[in-house]
């Protein structure tokens, strides 16, 4: 008889308890898939807006100076902040290659204008960072931003200035591409290193 009182007393959940329990953990999960929209949302909008900042700057440069920087070739006479940089040769082509315009390093560029570009930017005090520093900055993804002259696309490379980024989400590419150019991974002003749907990252490159 104290057993089945006991049992009796040892209510479980009821059908409307469960359903209660049920959607307070749907609004739950939808509350983080939306976060973590935004969240992704607003890194790709980072991605952009870095790659603007950067060609902003390399304007204002050439306004000011009348050349791109890297490929300034009257930066070290300009002496005081200017002494110790290395001078590009003033062709209006910033050299390097797809490959080369990610991998500078601390120092002046070694020669190379891809590199002695982000020290000129540095000494005008147009992008933060220390004088004779040629490092890449990071984007949004952690890879790098480096900006290079080079033919990219197929059949007819286009050949120009481009603004590359590395290590960009290949399906990321493809959203950057769609919303601000022409969706196509080899043609227009934005473009990939490989195919958006076939790849897991890419280098995502602008003209500049």
């Known amino acids: 008889m104290t057993k089945l009182r006991k049992m009796r007393n040892e209510k479980g959940f009821t059908l409307v308890e469960l359903a209660i329990v049920l959607v307070i953990i749907g609004i739950i999960l939808a509350g983080i898939i939306k976060g973590q929209e935004m969240i992704n949302n607003a890194k790709i909008k980072r991605v952009v807006s870095g790659q603007k900042e950067i060609a902003a700057a390399i304007y204002t440069y050439y306004d000011r100076y009348g050349k791109y920087p890297g490929d300034d070739n009257t930066a070290a006479a300009r002496g005081g902040v200017w002494v110790g940089a290395v001078d590009g040769n003033g062709d209006g082509q910033i050299g390097g290659t797809a490959v080369t315009m990610f991998t500078c390093a601390a120092g002046t560029g070694g020669g190379v204008e891809a590199c002695a570009l982000w020290d000129h930017l540095r000494r005008a005090n147009l992008i933060m960072g220390a004088t004779g520093d040629s490092t890449n900055p990071q984007n949004a993804y952690g ?36 919303q601000n150019d022409d969706t196509n991974w080899q043609t227009g002003s934005i473009r990939g290193s490989a195919v958006y749907t076939g790849a897991a990252s890419i280098n995502l490159d602008f003209k500049l």
Not at 145 to 166: D, E, K, M, R
Request: hydrophobic residues 45%; aromatic residues 8%; negative net charge.
């Open 143 to 178: 890879g790098r931003i480096g900006v290079a002259y080079f033919a990219l696309g197929t059949g007819v490379p286009t050949t120009v200035n481009w603004i590359g980024l590395s290590s960009i989400p290949a399906d990321v590419g493809q959203i950057i591409d769609t």
